[in-house]
């Protein structure tokens, strides 16, 4: 039997996961999202197009490759249908092709979950989680409430009933909000979306992937969201509600831990968050801004301006750590071509003392980064295809990284589209 690999972000998300499970997709059969929903936007650039994907797995634009959305993930109905449209349209068509299947076990999200989502939020004020708003947080909650419709129970004759018991449910829950809402065109769209969703096969996903694995097939798991957004281990509450770690994969997808193979760590030269919580190495200045600005650090799916910091090894380690990868993937060194001196956090400073970890109480005490200067390139990288064109700075900052993780970064990308990418190892 083959392995499934896994791909997933080791900061806050937003690292690149699209761009690369795109360039990597020809080296696969099946390429499988296993946790999140439409909160995810991976962005894809090719032959001068840019696609962002919300719940289909960036294998998608791959001739030979199947795509699967697996259990773990929550579909919003409405979204994938205008994914799909959108791609239609765009002259690729998934589902002409035959390309793409559903586990009948993800969840669904309703236009209810999405009402919720924004009443709590609301609720909390200055102190909300900056949730993209998509309803991923009620739906996991009914999901492991036991309340959840699953995409297998639109087709039983009494789905319209189940839905409508759900929605009574959080109609109530609602009337303790000071919360407005129309739900008449939400939910004509939604049943709308449902019809269309019938029309793509459902699949079991442990029986789908385990089968490819049995033909000696090759899979890679696609992650969403990243490592420090993780339910358990993220800096929580401040975090998404599923697991975005490799034992995400086992649960989203209905494979044995012994089934993973290479883990691809995936990481930008700097770091990036959007939403609240906490930010160690957040640069709220002038140079916080110019990462911003060169590198369009703007939502793929709200549009939010994203924050913007020095990357941070403690952070990096710990995630590390917990997913076990076993390769790196270094993101958008691009990015920084233009800084005389660019910054690592190597540690921190937390209650009178040096630590080299993610505290618990990282959300009531800021831990102050302790920074290592190191020389920019200042070098155009943009255009270089050759291992032995990365300038010598660049090569050294990478090796810094490799001695410090203990793992070694095999690509390395230098701009947004698919050829921009490097393969060092
Ligand atoms: P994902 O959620 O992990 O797939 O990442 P996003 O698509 O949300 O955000 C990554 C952004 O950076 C997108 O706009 C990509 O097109 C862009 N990008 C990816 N790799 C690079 C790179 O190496 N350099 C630059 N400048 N942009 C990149
Ligand atoms: P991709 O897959 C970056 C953040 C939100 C918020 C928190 C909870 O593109 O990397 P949620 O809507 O999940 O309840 O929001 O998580 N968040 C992301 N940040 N990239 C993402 O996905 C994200 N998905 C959720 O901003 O802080
Ligand atoms: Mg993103």
Not at 384 to 396: D, G, H, Q, R
Request: aromatic share 8%; charged share 25%; with cysteine.
């Amino acid at each position: 039997m083959t392995q499934v690999d896994v791909l997933l972000g080791l900061q806050w998300g937003d690292e690149g996961k699209g761009k690369i499970v795109d360039v990597l997709s020809p080296q696969y059969d099946l390429i499988a999202r296993f946790q999140g929903g439409p909160n995810a936007g991976h962005t894809l650039e090719f032959d001068g197009k840019k696609f962002v994907l919300n719940t289909i797995p960036s294998g998608i634009f791959n001739e030979k490759t199947m795509n699967l959305i697996g259990n773990g993930v929550v579909i919003d109905p409405i979204i994938l249908k205008r994914e799909l449209d959108n791609l239609k349209a765009a002259g690729h068509d998934p589902i002409a092709k035959g390309k793409l299947v559903i586990a009948r076990k993800a969840h669904l999200i309703l236009p209810t979950h999405q009402l919720l989502d924004a009443a709590n939020e609301q609720r909390m004020g200055k102190d909300k989680i900056g949730s993209t708003l998509k309803g991923i947080g009620p739906t996991y909650m009914d999901k492991t409430g036991r309340n959840g419709l699953r995409v297998g129970d639109t087709t039983l004759p009494d789905f319209k009933e189940r839905y409508n018991k759900l929605v009574e449910k959080h109609k109530e829950i609602l009337s303790h909000y000071e919360f407005e809402y129309d739900l008449t065109e939400k939910e004509a769209a939604f049943f709308e979306a449902i019809e269309f969703i019938k029309s793509i096969p459902h699949v079991d996903s442990e029986h789908y992937v385990n089968g490819f694995l049995k033909e000696g097939k090759k899979v890679l798991a696609e992650g969403a969201q990243g490592t420090l957004l993780d339910i358990d281990f993220g800096s929580y509450p401040f975090v998404t509600s599923s697991n975005t770690t490799t034992a995400g994969a086992c649960t989203g997808l209905g494979i044995a831990p012994n089934r993973i193979g290479n883990v691809y760590g995936i990481f930008k030269a700097y770091c990036t968050r959007v939403g609240g919580g906490p930010f160690p190495t957040e640069l709220d200045d002038e140079v916080g801004e110019n990462l911003r600005q060169v590198g369009h650090e703007f939502g793929a799916t709200t549009g939010r301006a994203r924050r913007c910091g020095w990357i941070d090894i403690p952070a990096l380690k710990y995630a590390i750590m917990l997913n076990g990868v076993t390769e790196l993937i270094m993101m958008k060194a691009d990015v920084l071509d233009g800084f005389d001196t660019i910054y690592a956090c190597t540690h921190y400073e937390h209650n009178g003392e040096t630590i080299d970890y993610m505290p618990y109480d990282i959300i009531s005490v800021k831990p102050t980064p302790v920074l290592k200067a190191i020389a920019g390139w200042k070098t155009d990288v943009t255009k270089i295809n050759k291992v032995e064109e990365i300038p010598a700075n660049l090569a050294s900052y990478i090796a810094f990284l490799e001695k410090e993780l203990e793992v070694p970064v095999k690509y390395l990308s230098v701009g947004p589209d698919r050829v921009q990418t490097l393969e060092l190892i």
